[in-house]
């Protein structure tokens, strides 16, 4: 004979393990949970660290704040000082440019002035530049108005022309010229004598040879 099941249809799934629809469902449902633990875990940290930043930032603009801020009136004062030792400055600068050494220049004349010469009038003045406002300009051919004149007397043209070759290799000297050279009698003791008269320019600091 055929075997016939006379139990319940739903009696195999009530005595065994529930079926594969429940897990469908469940699986889900734990990974949205552990997902939301996990962004939740995130946000509290994250935010934690805002915190933490934005006590620093607080704490920054109170010490910033703390700072005295500088009196103006002191702060001008300092620029004009600044300002007046820059002028200061230039204006030693421009006084040491035009610095000429005396002492040197008077040495070397002496050193070749020839011993048949005697000088009766030296004159002497530091150049001008001419950028300094009010410097009067030089007048035309007035070779001795811009440095150094000797006026003296030797016996001979001859001396006055060995005098120009040697005043020439002074080197604060420049553009040696003879101005006069003029034969006279000693009105005391009839001895000839030739009067000259010499101009040169001194050379400009840093200047050229």
């Not at 930032?57 to 109170?62: C, G, I, P, R």
Request: glycine share 6%.
């Amino acid at each position: 004979m055929r075997a016939i099941n006379l139990l319940p249809r739903d009696a195999d799934a009530r005595r065994g393990r529930p079926p594969k629809r429940q897990w469908i469902v469940i699986v889900p449902v734990i990974c949205v949970v552990l997902v939301s633990g996990v962004l939740s875990m995130l946000f509290l940290s994250a935010s934690g660290k805002v915190k933490d930043r934005q006590a620093q930032l607080d704490t920054l603009k109170a010490e910033l704040a703390a700072i005295p801020t500088p009196d103006v009136s002191k702060v001008q004062s300092q620029s004009a000082l600044v300002a007046d030792k820059d002028t200061r400055i230039k204006a030693v600068n421009a006084a040491l440019s035009r610095r000429v050494a005396w002492d040197r220049i008077f040495r070397e004349l002496s050193l070749v002035l020839p011993s048949d010469v005697w000088l009766t009038d030296l004159s002497a003045s530091a150049p001008v530049s001419p950028s300094l406002a009010g410097a009067p300009p030089a007048a035309a051919g007035n070779v001795a108005a811009t440095g150094f004149t000797l006026d003296g007397y030797t016996y001979s043209h001859a001396a006055v022309a060995r005098l120009l070759g040697r005043l020439g290799v002074i080197p604060d000297l420049v553009n040696v010229q003879l101005l006069k050279s003029e034969l006279q009698v000693n009105p005391d003791n009839k001895v000839r004598v030739v009067n000259f008269t010499i101009a040169a320019d001194l050379r400009r600091a840093g200047g050229g040879s």
